[in-house]
Nanobody, 118 residues
Framework: VQLQASGGGLVQAGNSLRLSCAASGRAFSSYAMGWFRQAPGKEREFVAAISWNGDGTYYADSMKGRFTISRDNAKNTVYLQMNSLKPEDTAVYYC????????????WGQGTLVTVSS
């Protein structure tokens, strides 16, 4: 599978943005998907994840209530809706795929930059 993230940009604090991650390949619907981010000078951190069928969603504590992960297996796409954005949300956001039974994500997208101005 190959992943292509998009939807990043420059937004003011308090506004919203929706990221998309389009996947190629028929195996997408069997993969768990995740979003991660890396801010300048910081390590990459987990943002959110979703199970293969969308029934399970998981969030980092700082994103709960503001971010929503979802997926559309018919479109081979996973989304990250980000609301009430803060300057500290500024980062490159990456989507990633994880095969069933794997503990780690094996395929990563190229990243999309989100910049939140104060």
């Amino acid at each position: 599978v190959q992943l292509q993230a998009s939807g990043g940009g420059l937004v003011q604090a308090g506004n919203s943005l929706r990221l998309s991650c389009a996947a190629s390949g028929r195996a997408f619907s069997s993969y768990a998907m995740g979003w991660f981010r890396q801010a300048p000078g910081k390590e990459r951190e987990f943002v959110a994840a979703i199970s293969w069928n969308g029934d399970g969603t998981y969030y980092a504590d700082s994103m709960k209530g503001r971010f929503t992960i979802s997926r559309d297996n018919a479109k081979n796409t996973v989304y990250l809706q980000m609301n009430s954005l803060k300057p500290e949300d500024t980062a490159v956001y990456y989507c990633a795929a994880r095969q069933p039974g794997w503990a780690t994500y094996h395929t990563w997208g190229q990243g999309t930059l989100v910049t939140v101005s104060s």
